[in-house]
């Protein structure tokens, strides 16, 4: 089966400009997360959605940051505009709901560099 | 909010020695889960444990949940090569509530 998938791997742009990164989960899973990792702050939740609603966006940073998932298979985390201090890792990763709760699967990320 | 302290930061050991890391918490944790980094990749799930005391193994790594729900350790026995990583614990409080909460990690480098 085919794991988390990521797009872009790589990202370098200038500040200011907007930036889209994009994930498709595991096929039926229903939680779908996205995380941001830096040396100083380690992984942390940006937001996360169930059945493609966002349930709890408290780790978003500020208004520059927007997430969506229009279906099951796509979700997109946008910034805009774009400042030095975003350049991270950023995961997105999926799950699924179980009697027992699932673990999260996580993708190879993308790594972002803001000039 | 809650925090995952987790330690060491950092180990420095040769081929072969046993490994130990934990993990301890201001707040109960209902599930507890490790995770390895390779370098460039996402973090892969190892162990997860969903019962105080709960002790699980996977091949060579064993891990515990700790009677207080508020730690977790991790032990890799006989260590190789490709354990060389990044090992995250991570925490949820709920069942039923999927978020995670992550450790600072624990950076395992093998001395040849």
């Known amino acids: 089966d085919a794991g988390v998938i990521q797009s872009p791997r790589h990202e370098v742009t200038e500040m200011g400009q907007e930036v889209t990164l994009r994930c498709k989960p595991i096929s039926g899973h229903d939680y779908l997360f996205w995380y941001r990792q830096t040396m100083m702050r380690g992984l942390e939740l940006l937001i996360y959605f169930n059945n493609n609603v966002p349930i709890d966006d408290s780790g978003m940073p500020e208004d520059r940051f927007s997430a969506k998932m229009p279906n099951a298979s796509f979700s997109t985390l946008k910034i805009q505009p774009s400042e030095p201090r975003d350049s991270a890792v950023y995961f997105c990763?999926?799950?699924?709901?179980?009697?027992?709760?699932?673990?999260?699967?996580f993708g190879d990320g993308t790594r972002l560099s803001i000039l | 909010g809650q925090q995952l302290n987790q330690s060491p930061q950092s180990m420095f050991i040769q081929e072969g020695e046993d490994v130990s890391m934990n993990c301890t918490s201001s707040s109960i944790f209902n599930t507890w889960l490790w995770y390895k980094q390779d370098p460039g990749e996402g973090p892969v799930l190892l162990i997860a444990l969903y019962k105080a005391g709960e002790l699980t193994s996977n091949g060579r790594l064993t891990a515990q949940f700790g009677i207080t729900r508020k730690d977790s350790f991790l032990n890799i026995s006989a260590s190789i090569p490709s354990d060389v990583g990044i090992y995250f614990c991570?925490?949820?409080?709920?069942?039923?509530?999927?978020?995670?909460?992550f450790g600072t990690g624990t950076r395992l480098t093998i001395i040849p």
């Open positions: 991570a925490g949820r409080t709920n069942f039923g509530n999927e978020k995670l909460t």
């Open positions: 990763a999926s799950s699924l709901t179980g009697r027992r709760n699932q673990p999260q699967h």
